[in-house]
């Protein structure tokens, strides 16, 4: 370990015990932190600010000025009353139908995304029938990440992993997809016994419910109409992007833009209604990282985890699991992964030698649990912590802006041990699956 | 020139064409721009991204944020109003003071930061006076670039010259600076004439100044002293930048959260006054300029001029003076400078060779390669004034006088900033040639 390394972890711990425990702003913490990275020389600037992931802060720039212009047409508060009649007023109905609907669209789009669509119509929903609003918004961003892990689109490391391993669409399908609808599954019901208590709607509320008419709602039907337009081609630009290189940060920045002038909204307010103090967290959060993984410090990590079970594949897997889950609970799970890969395919040779496999067989046997193995840990790990993934920072501004508080604390509350949860199951399917 | 190349041209030239006419917002312009170059497949995404200067996005928001929280403390309307009075509410007086600290400034300090910290002050004081603020406002853009080029400090395009020329900061002042405060005292002349008529000030709102009292103007004293002290640390971090590795746009940022810290001020108030939509503007003005430098327009255009003018060093040195002087008006002029660079350094063995000088690298530097940068670094930040997008600090004073409700528009800019370029540009080329190349 250099003393660089030391002084940026001492710098970043310093920089998230400020953010695990509110005593300052979070914005503040984290660009206090990155410019102490950089006074103190522990990383070239230029290197730093290369690690700001631009595509990252498009893409939540973008769907925030998307969802503030369609806020305007009245079409979330449509959407909350039609679910709320649908469900008539079955508040254990609603919310594990938000949670599913969550899952199931972050498994196609990113994250953040899902999560900033699906949080407007929540908190109304949860206004209308007086029920707590912050733990349907935690779990919210829970199950983003949780059905973000499912596919090769549902999440940045899966992204990764695809990319630089060559692992099919269909491929990640098969072996995530199960255990994923598994933990999706089972949380479902922990969340139904967890509020149990909490889901019941008054009498009151119900009767509102009845009285309530949803067509009255929206406020302008026309530009509902060109906003909806618009909608439907940032979507698809997000499923056919991938194929053009065209990434979704750029596709949800020119799709609100586009939206802006189409709806003839001014353009100024809707980008001053953007939770910039959120984009600034990010930029600081990417450089402290950044200054983490310039100094080697996953590569150094990694390696240290490896060769404590060189030799024992069963147990390298898990080991994998684990490690890459608590480690993004803590940081950005993007590093993480960058620096995970190449450490795993210097040891996919030793292990098909140990086992005297072809190239062929050792993909199959050997390079497949590892890398499904990291997926896993580096997606679901992300629950642990307010900041371990992008969707609940995300949803705990959106919360403190509707003011509600959602911290630190409240989110680990729910996120540890639900994530707990998510990798014994993991665990479990890893052993009877693949040994 | 190849198809890549010509298509991202004219995309370019299509989002200003829109940008100068005012058709669309410049800042969806801008990015849809960019989208269509990418949706095109004409330059990689990843490629773009890292053409975004992140340090000059830091630095405009770091130096916003800063501001921001200084106002509300009244600092800047009794600075306002001390001018005022100090120069008897003479009119002219007051503009011709206001450009002069102005170009001083950013002589030493960046230009955007320079404007960004003598707007307020300028739009107070036409306000108390009855002035008309915007064509102060766009002169203060106009002479922070003049002061800029200076010293290598003072505008992006010399940092860069400086760093990957090997030419000192002495160098700079010594051959740059004379023909900066020729050029500074003749627009101050030019434009105490223009101004005569219209700086006059009517008994009226002299009457009124007279009975202001600037103490009263304090309206937070304790906030004044605490963010006055983060204010030193940020311009000592400033000055000592180079010293001590940090680039400026750092020390903006961590300054403008420390202050709001030790202010105790909200800090999701301050961060939604920065003009976020400025930023959004230079994001994608970057990536579509860097979607041109990506394809090798300017290195195209480059070994265009030199060819043209290849054998004479006299001709060369004021094709480079005028052409990127108009490039810089048309486009940011730091991927331009990046571009003309090597394209210098590539062109100076062949005048060494030619006049005989290859034995002595001195000569060499002082007869052909430095009168070369010198006349590319006057072009690049003198050009910077031609048009309202050409040098960052022209698009925030605009985007500045439009907040506080005076519409600048990309003509009432130009209207001043064209003829003072093209006079600055007649400047420096007698300049040039009388000091490096008369025989």
Request: charged share 10%.
């Amino acid at each position: 370990m250099t003393y660089h390394l030391i002084a940026s972890i001492v710098v970043f711990l310093i920089a998230y015990f400020f953010i695990a425990t509110e005593k300052i702003d979070k914005t503040i913490a984290s660009i206090l932190g990155a410019g102490a990275v950089v006074i103190l020389h522990l990383a070239p600037y230029d290197e730093l600010l290369a690690k700001i992931d631009i595509n990252v802060i498009f893409l939540l720039v973008g769907m925030m000025i998307i969802v503030h212009i369609m806020a305007q047409t009245g079409m979330f508060e449509w959407l909350a009353i039609m679910i709320v009649r649908k469900a008539k007023g079955n508040g254990m109905a609603i919310i594990l139908a938000l949670l599913t609907i969550t899952a199931f669209l972050s498994a196609f789009l990113d994250n953040v995304t899902t999560v900033i669509l699906i949080a407007p119509i929540t908190i109304l929903v949860a206004q209308i029938l007086e029920l707590p609003a912050v733990p349907i918004l935690i779990m919210e961003a829970i199950f983003s990440n949780i059905g973000g892990a499912g596919t090769l689109i549902g999440d940045p490391p899966n992204i990764l992993i695809g990319s630089s391993t060559g692992l099919s669409f269909n491929a990640f399908i098969f072996n995530l997809g199960p255990v994923c609808a598994v933990i999706t599954i089972v949380s479902l019901v922990v969340v139904a016994l967890l509020m149990w208590k909490a889901s019941k709607v008054t009498a009151v509320a119900k009767a509102r419910v009845a009285k309530a008419k949803p067509e009255k709602a929206i406020l302008d039907p026309v530009m509902l109409k060109k906003s909806l337009i618009v909608f439907g081609l940032v979507m698809f630009g997000f499923f056919t992007g991938r194929l053009f290189d065209i990434q979704p940060g750029m596709v949800a920045v020119a799709g609100a833009f586009i939206m802006a002038l189409v709806c003839r909204f001014p353009l100024v307010k809707a980008i001053e209604k953007v939770e910039w103090d959120t984009i600034i967290f990010f930029v600081g959060l990417f450089m402290l990282i950044g200054a983490l993984e310039i100094n080697g410090l996953f590569g150094y990590l990694g390696n240290m985890v490896l060769s404590l079970t060189h030799g024992n594949l069963m147990m390298t897997v898990m080991v994998v699991l684990w490690f890459s889950a608590i480690t993004s609970m803590i940081v950005n799970n993007i590093p993480l992964i960058i620096a995970l890969i190449p450490l795993i395919n210097t040891m996919i040779p030793v292990f098909s030698q140990q086992l005297g496999l072809s190239p062929e067989a050792a993909r199959v046997t050997v390079a497949e649990p590892l890398f499904w193995a990291m997926a896993l840990g580096a997606c679901l790990g992300g629950n642990g912590t307010l900041i371990g993934a992008s969707a609940n920072v995300v949803i705990g501004q959106i919360a403190t802006r509707n003011k509600y508080k959602l911290g630190f604390l409240e989110f680990t509350k729910y996120g540890a041990p639900m994530t707990l949860l998510s990798l014994v199951i993991c665990t479990a399917y890893m052993y009877f699956r693949y040994f | 020139m190849t198809f890549e190349m010509a298509a991202v041209t004219a995309i370019f030239l299509a989002t200003y064409f829109v940008i100068a006419t005012e058709l669309l917002d410049k800042t969806a312009a801008a990015m849809l721009g960019v989208g269509l170059v990418l949706a095109l497949r004409l330059s990689p995404y990843d490629a773009l991204l890292a053409k975004v200067d992140l340090n000059v996005v830091f630095l405009l928001v770091g130096m916003m944020i800063v501001v921001n929280i200084m106002s509300h403390t009244g600092l800047f309307e009794w600075g306002a109003v001390t001018i005022a009075r100090g120069a008897k509410g003479n009119g002219l007086a007051i503009v011709l003071l206001l450009l002069f600290v102005t170009m001083f400034l950013s002589a030493f300090l960046d230009n955007v930061t320079t404007i960004i910290l003598i707007a307020p002050i300028t739009i107070l004081v036409t306000q108390i006076l009855d002035m008309p603020p915007v064509p102060v406002l766009a002169l203060e853009a106009i002479c922070s670039n003049v002061g800029g080029a200076a010293t290598m400090i003072g505008d992006p395009p010399n940092i860069l010259i400086g760093s990957r020329a090997g030419l000192s900061f002495n160098s700079f002042i010594i051959n740059l600076g004379p023909v900066v405060l020729i050029v500074a005292l003749v627009f101050l002349v030019v434009i105490a004439v223009m101004f005569r008529k219209s700086a006059n000030v009517s008994d009226n709102a002299k009457r009124r100044l007279a009975a202001t009292k600037p103490e009263k103007a304090i309206v937070e004293p304790l906030m004044l002293r605490r963010s006055l002290l983060v204010f030193a640390i940020i311009l000592a971090g400033f000055f000592f930048s180079y010293v001590i590795h940090m680039e400026p746009g750092i020390v903006a940022l961590c300054g403008a959260f420390l202050m709001a810290s030790v202010c105790r001020i909200e800090l999701h108030e301050v961060v939604e006054k920065v003009e976020w939509n400025t930023i959004l503007f230079f994001v994608g003005l970057f990536m579509l300029i860097g979607a041109l430098e990506h394809n090798g327009l300017f290195q195209w255009l480059g070994g265009m001029m030199l060819s043209a003018t290849n054998g004479h060093l006299a001709v060369t040195a004021l094709a480079i003076l005028w052409c990127s002087a108009i490039m810089s008006a048309i486009v940011d002029n730091i991927p331009l400078v990046m571009a003309m660079i090597p394209l210098i350094k590539s062109v100076v063995p062949v005048f060494a060779a030619k006049m005989g000088l290859d034995g002595s690298p001195e000569a060499v530097m002082a007869v052909i390669e430095a009168p070369l940068f010198w006349a590319l670094a006057l072009g690049a930040c003198l050009g910077g004034n031609g048009t309202l997008i050409g040098a960052s600090a022209n698009v925030v004073v605009s985007q500045i006088a439009n907040r506080n409700k005076f519409k600048m528009t990309f003509w009432q800019f130009t209207r001043y900033g064209f003829p003072l370029m093209v006079l600055s540009l007649v400047i420096s080329s007698a300049y040039l040639y009388l000091r490096y190349f008369r025989v």
